[in-house]
Nanobody, 124 residues
Framework: QVQLVESGGGLVQTGGSLRLSCAAS????????MGWYRQAPGKKRELVAT???????NYADSVKGRFTISRDNAKNTVYLQMNSLKPEDTAVYYC??????????????????WGQGTQVTVSS
């Protein structure tokens, strides 16, 4: 019923930039927090950045000052602008959203959704 579709990953050189997008679609009533996580080979998935419906943001220390999370509530879309990329940023990036779905109030439910992941590779 609800899908998160990511785009924007790719290969970039050290110091370069990429912009990730994640669009939520389906029977959406409201979206609470949205965020980006990443998982490098052999490592656990870690938080990159989150943003509330009101626009409050939170970042991992490793990306502060380099990455910017934003959202367009009208488009149900969250973005991650990544600047000054480093090889250690190489990972699969996943979009996450806390969504209330269901057209009618008696059918609504609140769940945590994940995108399929998009690969970001930073070459040295």
């Amino acid at each position: 019923q609800v899908q998160l579709v990511e785009s924007g990953g790719g290969l970039v050189q050290t110091g370069g930039s990429l912009r990730l997008s994640c669009a939520a679609s389906g029977s959406i009533f409201s979206i609470n927090a949205m965020g980006w996580y990443r998982q490098a080979p052999g490592k656990k998935r870690e938080l990159v950045a989150t943003i509330t419906s009101g626009g409050s943001t939170n970042y991992a220390d490793s990306v502060k000052g380099r990455f910017t999370i934003s959202r367009d509530n009208a488009k149900n879309t969250v973005y991650l602008q990544m600047n000054s990329l480093k090889p250690e940023d190489t990972a699969v990036y996943y979009c996450n959203a806390d969504i209330v779905s269901g057209k009618y109030y008696w059918s609504r439910s609140r769940d945590d959704y994940w995108g399929q992941g998009t690969q970001v590779t930073v070459s040295s």
